[in-house]
């Protein structure tokens, strides 16, 4: 997904003429890019979004407003250099995020904000394959089903040599995705493969990034579903739905849900996927804002009955959390690996015109149980650190969290 700058309003200046010798005053007009920051001070400052006109209203009651608009206006006009009026906005920006002293309220340029809009979102425009450098080799290494590349025959191992007639010799991994990305409607590729050179002509359209896989693990004589969640994106609902259906078309007898190394994500679909496995009776999970609490409960008349395990580690955090928290302890799933991140805040994104954006913290969440887990994680009830071996092998054999999480769901109770 690519984000434009917005086009700047030309700014006019209008000096009113003094009587009797008296000094002149400006009269101060804004760029569309500026008023967006005063908006976004007035946010930040607890201030009411209206019109344009409420912020005109607002820069004459607000001190702080008038303080911040008086620098801005001294620095652009005075300082003995010029100044990069875009730049200073975004550093104001930046400054009054970190300010904050949050670690989740965060500023994105434009490129940032494209990355994480493409990643929350589960989509983009490009080709549909993973890239990384191997062998100082810009190598695929995977490729999304229905992609443009899956259609025209790109493989797994191909070594992309050449980008729209650029070579990508020598060039970072940053380097070769950014002239990808930067193709427009057409993309022409040469690569390597059994040492020969293959010409590719593609067409870019919108790729579904997966963040959902499944699979059935048979142990003890029963079939285990067994489904990986990579981030909470914008369509993981969707993709789980789809995967625990054909999972229960196969008759499984339990279910494990992997969420190691993810992230997190949109709140909406961990609750929406919560609420396959509970009714509307149970608690998902409970939502802090200022000094009001209130319970979050599942959606629907949803109950399944069969063992669920759910993985964890160091690297699961917020919606992975929420997740666990809510099948351990509404749903009694066992949870196995290592105590998780412990992130329990929720953030909202505002976009700016300019393509970049902040995040900023609104609430805080808690267990359905009404604990915190920020700065705590959530607590296995099977305490499992992963075996090195696994790190050497990727072998499911090797895996020893998910083997104890195996031999949990398929004990005869």
């Known amino acids: 997904m690519e984000n434009s700058k917005s086009k700047k309003v030309k700014k ?206 048979t142990k003890n004589d029963k079939n285990v579903g067994l489904i990986s969640i990579s981030v909470f994106a914008s369509n993981t609902y969707s993709q789980f739905n789809k995967e625990l259906k054909n999972l229960e078309k196969k008759k499984i007898d339990s279910l494990i849900i992997d969420v190691r190394d993810n992230p997190g994500g949109h709140l909406d679909q961990v609750g929406d996927i919560i609420s396959l496995f509970l009714d509307k009776s149970k608690v998902m999970y409970q939502i802090k804002s200022g000094n009001k609490t209130k319970k979050v409960y599942a959606k629907g008349d949803n109950k399944r009955e069969y063992p669920i395990s759910v993985l964890i580690n160091g690297n699961s955090a917020s919606a992975s959390e929420i997740l666990a928290g809510a099948l351990q302890q509404s749903y009694k799933a066992t949870v196995v690996g290592i105590k998780s991140y412990g992130k329990g805040t929720v953030q909202k994104e505002y976009s700016l015109k300019s393509g970049s954006s902040i995040k900023y913290t609104t609430e805080t969440w808690l267990t359905p149980n009404g604990k915190s887990i920020n700065k705590k994680g959530i607590v296995p009830d099977k305490v499992v650190e992963l075996d090195d071996k696994y790190r050497e092998t990727f072998e499911k054999e090797d895996d020893n969290q998910l083997q104890e999480a195996l031999d949990i769901v398929t004990k005869d109770k």
Not at 87 to 110: R, W
């Open 12 to 217: 006019e200046t209008a000096n009113k003429k003094s009587k009797k010798g008296k000094k002149k005053k400006e009269q101060l007009t804004f760029t569309l890019t500026e008023v967006v920051i005063i908006i976004l001070i007035a946010i930040l400052f607890g201030g009411v979004i209206g019109s344009l006109i409420t912020v005109s209203k607002n820069l004459t009651d607000d001190d702080n407003l008038n303080e911040f608009v008086e620098t801005y206006r001294n620095v652009v006009q005075e300082y003995y250099k010029k100044v990069d009026k875009s730049k200073l906005i975004d550093s104001a920006i930046k400054g009054m995020v970190n300010y904050l002293g949050d670690p989740y309220s965060t500023y994105m340029d434009e490129d940032d904000t494209e990355s994480f809009n493409q990643t929350v979102d589960g989509k983009y425009e490009g080709i549909g394959v993973s890239v990384s450098i191997v062998d100082k080799k810009a190598t695929v290494v995977s490729i999304f089903e229905n992609s443009p590349a899956s259609k025209a025959g790109i493989k797994v191992g191909d070594i992309i040599i050449n980008v729209n007639g650029k070579s990508t010799v020598d060039k970072s991994l940053d380097e070769v995705v950014a002239m990808i990305k930067k193709s427009k409607d057409k993309i022409n590729l040469i690569i390597i493969r059994d040492g020969k050179e293959k010409k590719f002509k593609l067409e870019l359209s919108s790729v579904v990034i997966p963040s959902v896989s499944s699979e059935i693990i």
